[in-house]
């Protein structure tokens, strides 16, 4: 072999085996980096647990506190004005007026209107 062929030879081995090291080198460092990747989105999600934990114990300390100081309210010599709230009875006849209305209004509309056979139509929702 003269010596420009092993010159050759011996610079494209060399030039491979870097080549094939670097690309080594660059996959573990993009598998660690990834890896960091997943700690810090455990430490997040720790995190935000932690936040979510303290708000709830806050908004259950509020409640206490609140739920304290409704009997000292409610005990007053002041008569309370009738509330304002809807009371399930009162909700059941909004209900069933409302009900009555549609019906009311299904029957104008489909007055005088009847099935090939005679029977009046009926409602499909």
Do not use: C
């Amino acid at each position: 072999m003269s010596t420009a062929s092993r010159v050759t030879l011996g610079l494209a081995v060399s030039i491979s085996t870097a080549i094939i090291g670097y690309v080594h080198y660059k996959q573990s460092a993009d598998r660690l980096r990834l890896h960091d990747g997943v700690l810090r989105d455990v430490e997040q999600q720790q995190r935000r647990k932690h936040e979510n934990t303290y708000a709830l114990q806050q908004q259950i300390d509020i409640t206490k506190q609140l739920k304290a100081r409704e009997p000292s309210s409610i005990s007053s010599d002041k008569p309370e004005p009738p509330s304002t709230n809807h009371t399930q009875s009162n909700l059941q006849a909004e209900k069933s007026a409302v009900l009555n209305e549609g019906e009311a209004f299904r029957g104008v509309s489909q007055a005088g209107t009847t099935n090939r056979d005679g029977s009046p139509p009926t409602d499909i929702a």
